[in-house]
């Protein structure tokens, strides 16, 4: 294990077995009580970290360190499984994990009302809306109370109202859990308002060409995204966003 | 409320009316054909629609003989559509877990589904005699197909993002399999039984025409109403044979209603 990091990239290179070179020498670092950002342009690579984050991929060189027994992942969609209630599909991993039942029903039953769904419980995910989906998605993950989360762009398919309630109940959920949290996006609103630290990736084959320390604090008020400060460093990472765009 | 009750009404008559009109036309082209188009010396041909419901259905002893042939049928039907689930599902769970197993399969499955039936009925009598046996096997060879298609398709239907989710937390063969692939599979499971159904039912009217020693099935009876020129009875016999399709249809299709509909809204419902 890095000093306090709870996830490390030393090096990382990627290249797949159709020869497509996904990443170039990828490193950074996210320790306890941090949420980092990644942001980059599409196909850049942004998911192949997380997923070798995950243990999903192998690279091809380099070091990851991570502890994978109880990490965080919350996916693109929310792949909830269809034939199983809200309640049922939150207890999937703790399930999987082989959680005792007493206990098990605990978490879940913590873990919606920290996402607000109580009420949804015996609901199928076909009666969900798209936020509230990954709200469910969100609590199944948070049984495990990970120490590491990623997050690979999960509210990309949601409207921006609802969009902008589940960064702030993403954040909510942050400084009560205070994990390391790795999160992927493509909106660089949605990475300066959530996190304490923004990487920005270049073009495939991705690294990483800056980092920006964000320098509010929490709890965040919704009302930051109207700060001149914001907007000053926004401009700043999109910025380096193009610079990277090859 | 009232409104309400006459939209409803109104709803119900759409969905029914139609059907009942059409019946009542064709009715009465039956009527037609049997005292218009036919004279007297051929009316056996297609006799009017109130003297098969007489002879056939209101006559209890052409009807117990004709229910016991029926019953008959319906068992070996399902005794066939049994075994094709169990070895149907099996294989394609097999099929399933092994890349290897589907490409060796395969061609298999799909040329038992080519086999015409015509063509190996001496065989099915050589091998099995000429009782129920040969009969079940028919319908086993004719609805087993499907069951494999579909439970594959299902089985293969879960999405990635669930795949990685179960990967992520170290799950085994076994748990993937029944907690992601089994219930994913269900509803194009159920499409799979509905078709199977109905053919395994085909299965067993066609298997009495061949295997006519043992219990008397409705396919054996068609026949001998046919030989008898007793156009009553055949054509009431066609109308039950047809009931029993459209039930096992119907029972499947409630039952899949039952066991997925609440979550399942892509399905065929």
């Given amino acids: ?246 | 409320m009232s409104a309400q009750r006459a939209g409803l009404a109104g709803s119900v008559a759409r969905r029914v009316l139609p059907p009942v009109a059409l019946g009542v036309l064709l009715v009465g082209v039956w009527y037609f054909v049997s005292y218009v188009v036919l004279d007297e010396a051929r009316r056996f041909l297609l006799e009017p629609p109130h003297e098969v419901v007489a002879v056939g259905f209101l006559d209890a002893g052409n009807f117990n003989e004709m229910m016991a042939g029926l019953w008959s049928s319906a068992k070996v039907a399902l005794l066939g559509l049994v075994i094709s689930i169990v070895i149907g599902v099996a294989l394609a769970v097999a099929m399933s877990q092994s890349k290897l197993v589907e490409r060796a399969v395969f061609p298999y499955a799909v040329t038992v589904q080519a086999i015409p039936i015509l063509a190996i009925v001496p065989l099915l009598g050589f091998w099995f005699g000429y009782r129920t046996m040969p009969r079940v096997v028919i319908c086993v060879i004719i609805s087993i197909f499907p069951i494999i298609v579909n439970t594959l398709f299902g089985l293969q239907s879960a999405q990635r993002g669930m795949h990685d989710l179960f990967t992520l937390h170290g799950s085994s063969r076994w748990v993937r399999l029944r907690k992601l692939m089994f219930p994913a599979s269900l509803p194009a499971l159920f499409t799979g039984l509905r078709i199977a159904a109905g053919l395994s039912v085909i299965g067993a009217i066609v298997g009495d025409f061949f295997f006519a020693r043992g219990e008397i099935g409705i396919g054996q009876l068609l026949l001998r109403y046919a030989n008898r020129l007793q156009g009553e009875q055949l054509l009431a016999s066609i109308i039950v044979s047809s009931a029993l399709g459209v039930a096992v249809f119907l029972a499947f299709g409630w039952l899949q209603q039952r066991i997925t509909g609440p979550w399942d809204d892509t399905g065929a419902g």
Avoid at chain 1, 1 to 20: W, Y
Avoid at chain 1, 153 to 180: H, K, S, Y
Avoid at chain 1, 190 to 211: K, Q, Y
Wanted: aromatic share 8%; hydrophobic share 45%; proline share 5%.
């Fill in chain 1, 1 to 246: 294990m890095a000093a306090d990091g709870a996830l490390s990239f030393r090096h990382i290179s990627m290249t797949f077995p159709d020869g497509t070179r996904a990443l170039d020498d990828v490193t950074f670092e996210v320790s306890k009580g941090e949420f980092v950002t990644l942001v980059g342009p599409s196909g850049c690579g942004k998911s192949t970290v997380l997923r070798i984050a995950a243990g999903l991929l192998s690279q091809t060189s380099g070091k990851v360190e991570v502890d994978r027994e109880r990490l965080g992942y919350v996916f693109q969609d929310a792949t909830l499984l269809p034939w199983r209630t809200v309640a049922q599909n939150v207890a999937l991993l703790a399930e999987l994990h082989s959680v005792p039942a007493v206990e098990r029903r605990r978490l879940v039953a913590e873990a919606i009302d920290l996402v607000g769904l109580e009420g949804f419980e015996n609901h199928y995910p076909n009666a969900l809306s798209g936020g509230m989906r990954m709200r469910a998605s969100l609590a199944r993950t948070l049984t495990l109370k990970p120490p590491v989360f990623l997050f690979d762009e999960p509210f990309g398919a949601v409207d921006e109202i609802t969009r902008a309630r589940l960064n702030e109940e993403t954040l909510a959920l942050f400084a009560q859990e205070r994990f390391a949290g790795l999160f992927i996006t493509h909106s660089i609103a949605e990475a300066v308002f959530l996190s304490t630290r923004v990487l920005v990736m270049s073009s495939r084959p991705g690294t990483i060409v800056d980092s920006f320390d964000v320098p509010f604090s929490y709890p965040r008020s919704p009302e930051l995204r109207f700060d001149p400060a914001f907007a000053e460093l926004s401009g700043r990472v999109s910025h380096a966003l193009m610079a990277g765009h090859r």
